[in-house]
């Protein structure tokens, strides 16, 4: 696998994992990993601009 696209992969477990977190009633840990996983979706899209 490429970086890129290990970093998506990452991306998107933490978002499915804070939504699986979210569903169970942690709440706050659902938003942490939630945010997390957007920050690293955010820094690979824009890491394609430079």
Do not use: T
Request: hydrophobic letters at 60%; one cysteine or more; proline letters at 2%.
């Amino acid at each position: 696998m490429k970086p890129k696209q290990v970093l998506n992969f990452l991306g998107g477990m933490c978002l499915a994992i804070g939504v699986l977190l979210a569903l169970g009633g942690s709440s706050a840990w659902a938003l942490f990993v939630v945010a997390g996983g957007l920050l690293i979706v955010i820094a690979q899209r824009s890491s394609k601009k430079w």
